[in-house]
């Protein structure tokens, strides 16, 4: 097991609702992360994967994809672009 150095950088400051200094806000970093990746391997198409990597366009909370949350009022991207 090894303990986890919370270093102060742009990803500790992600979220303005949890602290990444607190155990609560290293997981919820930690899942973020995972979630933005799985979105971003398995349900972007490669078009809107590329877009966004390439910043042409931002999916906000892209960590909230894999869910279909409507959090920040998400939008299909085929509703949008199509």
Known sequence: MKIVNVEKNDSTYENDNMSADT???QMMNMAAT???EYALRFLLSKEY???HQNEDIHI???DY???KTTTC???DLKDIFC
């Open 49 to 51: 994967r590329d877009a």
């Open 60 to 62: 906000h909370d892209l």
């Open 34 to 36: 995972a979630a933005k």
């Open 73 to 75: 009022v998400q939008y």
């Open 65 to 67: 994809y894999p869910s």
């Open 23 to 25: 155990p609560a806000g």
